[in-house]
């Protein structure tokens, strides 16, 4: 029998299972592989399993890079072979283009339009026949407010130009971080599990290390941050307007922990509160003082993240036990000439994602005295679903963020991502078809540090003296609730 060259797709796994992450390829162009021959690692929200060649052959072409997010039935790799089994994959169960788009035409039509969507459109004079003129963020088609807005937007430049923005520029003047010198590697973790070692660890999550507190709080590495970040600002104390303080691991529920960091750095009297937008929870904070430094209502805005994530880690989870680092980073937001000027923040919730991450005690859902184990005070996480929407959540607000502010994808010089998940970022690049080698990443050595993350970063890649002047670097994140948010800094 000839050869041929057929496509072999991702494989089906089980009725709930849709999709599968490509963690490694064991094999390149060329190879000659065994029928039964692993080639590629693979893991699903179920489990992590290595694939087998089903059939004989040489390796023509892979579909897929190591990250990748692959639908069941996706093209997995090409191979040339004459193993009759898989010569029924020639005919290609792929719908093809022009089925895709009927099919998402087809939805919008059949209601994916939002009710509230219909409300806008309706009140800006735009009838159903032009809803196709509405693209869309995501993958289904449907048209939401965001999408209105955007639309909106393109249609009235101007207004889109002026908008709600005041006369002052908001700059960040200097950056602070602090990090626990308690450093605990991968081996910390492998007793727990009989199936996972320091190597995949790594592999999975893109971490070799993370820092943990000793005996600091939530508040200490706060006001330690925010020190740096006011020195390296040549801004005192008293020139400091107000302090917003992201985190979800406060010191206590009451009072909020940004009080004692304004006492400890001498600031008695401004306003100090508090957020919680989990992992977007700086980036939150950035847009909140630019509307009051915009407004003139301050000159200067101290926002900080700090965050103790191994407090709330049980480190027998194999979903987040070896996922987080603690570590506090912090900006002064300021009117003045010099700094590096922010754009607007681009914010938004997928509250379908309420459930993927959260921590269960504390509040008034599960008080302390309804706890049903003390694990009800631990970070769950179902990873799998995790992992789909991050990658979809930081890619639409990446998007989002750009289009808002008239950019390409060729002219960031730096993405800061929030550091989730080393695999997540590089999924990411390769969804929004940017560069990987601009996507910066110290989570190797800090882990996943929640809304620290992306100051931390940006402060790491100004210490490596990779920035320069004039470089545009973009800042997303994603977060539970599922809260994301994006925006742009003109170095």
Request: glycine share 8%; hydrophobic share 40%.
């Amino acid at each position: 029998m000839s050869d041929f060259v057929v496509t072999i797709p991702m494989p089906f796994t089980g009725e709930s299972i849709v999709d599968g992450i490509l963690v490694s390829w064991m094999i390149k162009p060329g190879d000659v592989v065994e029928k039964g021959q692993f080639v590629a690692e693979i893991e699903t929200e179920k489990s992590v399993w290595e694939f087998e060649s089903p059939c004989a052959g040489e390796v023509v072409s892979l579909k897929a890079e190591s990250g990748d997010v692959v639908d069941v039935k996706a093209p997995l790799f090409d191979i040339r072979t004459n193993d009759a089994n898989v010569r029924h994959l020639l005919e290609s169960e792929s719908p093809k283009e022009s089925e895709i788009l009927e099919t998402v035409i087809a939805k919008r039509d059949a209601g994916q339009v939002s009710p509230r969507a219909k409300k806008m459109l309706r009140d800006a004079g735009i009838g159903e026949s032009h809803w196709m003129d509405v693209a869309a963020l995501n993958a289904e088609g449907r048209i939401g407010t965001v999408e209105i807005d955007r639309y909106m937007k393109r249609q009235n430049p101007e207004a889109s130009k002026n908008g709600s923005r005041g006369t002052n520029k908001c700059r960040i003047a200097g950056i602070g971080t602090y990090t626990p010198p308690r450093v605990i590697k991968n081996n910390h973790f492998v007793e727990h599990f009989e199936d996972i070692d320091e190597t995949y660890i790594e592999k999975v999550t893109g971490i070799r290390e993370r820092r943990w507190v000793n005996d600091e709080s939530t508040s200490d590495m706060a006001i330690a941050a925010a020190r740096e970040a006011m020195a390296r600002s040549h801004v005192e104390s008293a020139q400091i307007d107000m302090i917003i303080l992201a985190s979800t691991t406060a010191d206590m529920p009451l009072p909020a922990t940004a009080c004692l960091v304004a006492d400890a750095l001498g600031c008695s009297g401004v306003p100090a509160y508090d957020i919680q937008a989990a992992c977007s929870g700086w980036l939150y904070g950035l847009s909140i003082a630019q509307q009051y430094i915009q407004s003139g209502s301050c000159s200067n805005v101290l926002v900080i993240a700090s965050e103790t994530m191994s407090t709330f880690t049980d480190i027998t989870d194999r979903a987040t036990g070896f996922l987080f680092g603690d570590g506090a980073g912090a900006a002064v937001m300021s009117s003045a000439e010099g700094g590096h000027e922010i754009s607007d923040v681009v914010m938004r919730t997928e509250t379908s994602g309420y459930d993927i991450i959260y921590r269960k005690a504390g509040g008034t859902i599960m008080p302390p005295t309804s706890m049903d184990s003390p694990r009800d005070d631990f970070w769950v996480m179902d990873g799998g679903r995790m992992f789909r929407s991050a990658v979809k959540g930081f890619s639409e607000v990446i998007l989002e963020t750009i289009e808002k502010e008239g950019l390409t994808i060729d002219e960031i010089d730096w993405f800061v991502p929030h550091q989730a998940n080393q695999r997540i970022l590089k999924s990411v690049a390769h969804r929004i078809k940017a560069d990987t080698e601009k996507f910066f990443s110290n989570i190797r050595l800090l882990g996943n540090t929640s809304a620290a993350s992306i100051p931390l970063a940006l402060a790491d890649l100004q210490a490596q003296h990779n920035i320069s002047r004039g470089d545009v670097i973009l800042l997303c994140a994603v977060g539970a609730g599922l809260t994301s948010a994006g925006c742009v800094i003109l170095w």
